[in-house]
């Protein structure tokens, strides 16, 4: 049973570029959410996806946008890169449960952007 | 915003010894959940306690909640070299009811031989 799965594990880009980064949730789970890890940071809340919608998002600007398929994988977008964008990029799968449950992380994606 | 914050930042301990982790959170939750992060890599769940429970064990793990202190703990006993890693707490909001979580800024455990 494959865990979450994201790709690529690193990428480089150019300021002002656009990123795609791409998940695979964990076999049963219909929840994805992302979460941005800055060097000595913990994770921030990006946005979570379930049922092809965006449940929540967190506190980033509206170059962060994401979807999610059919087959629960998502992909996170952000255009007009930063220096400051640079970071681990982490996604985490579960299911959606009132009373909450515990997330599966993938390995990440290390983007850096200069 | 981090709803939860980790003390120590940074612990050294010998191997063998005990290691405690300390958390702090802001507003009430339903679960707080405890994870390890390998050298930047993906995290790895550790154990989940729900706002009802008090005290939890896994293994060489032991986790405390006081809800009433806002406050849990993490203990590692009889430590390993392999137990070097960041610690982050994760909680998630009662008045949202959903499962997202956020998470503290950790705690660096480095176990010296």
């Known amino acids: 049973d494959a865990g979450v799965t994201q790709s690529p594990t690193h990428l480089i880009k150019t300021r002002g570029q656009q990123v795609t980064l791409r998940c695979s949730p964990k076999?049963?789970?219909?929840?994805v959410s992302w979460y941005q890890q800055a060097l000595g940071q913990g994770p921030q809340f990006i946005f979570q996806y379930y049922e092809e919608e965006e449940r929540q998002r967190g506190n980033f600007p509206d170059r962060f946008s994401g979807h999610q398929f059919p087959n629960y994988s998502s992909e996170l977008n952000v255009n007009a890169l930063l220096l400051g964008d640079s970071a681990l990029y982490l996604c985490a799968s579960s299911l959606l449960a009132r009373g909450g449950t515990e997330a599966f992380f993938g390995q990440g994606t290390r983007l850096t952007v200069v | 915003s981090q709803q939860g914050e980790e003390d120590p930042q940074a612990l050294s301990i010998q191997e063998g010894e005990n290691a405690t982790m300390n958390c702090s959170y802001k507003?009430?939750?339903?679960?707080l959940q405890w994870y390890r992060q390998n050298s930047g890599r993906g995290l790895v769940h550790l154990i989940l306690?729900?706002?009802?429970?008090r005290e939890k064990h896994s293994g060489r793990l032991r986790v405390t909640l006081d809800t009433s202190k806002k406050s849990s703990s993490l203990l590692i006993t009889a430590s390993r070299a392999a137990d070097t890693a960041s610690y982050f707490c994760a909680t998630d909001e009662f008045l949202n009811r959903d499962d997202k979580i956020i998470f503290g800024k950790g705690t660096r455990l480095h176990i010296l031989p």
């Open positions: 507003t009430s939750i339903n679960n």
């Open positions: 076999s049963g789970h219909d929840t």
């Open positions: 306690i729900r706002s009802n429970e």
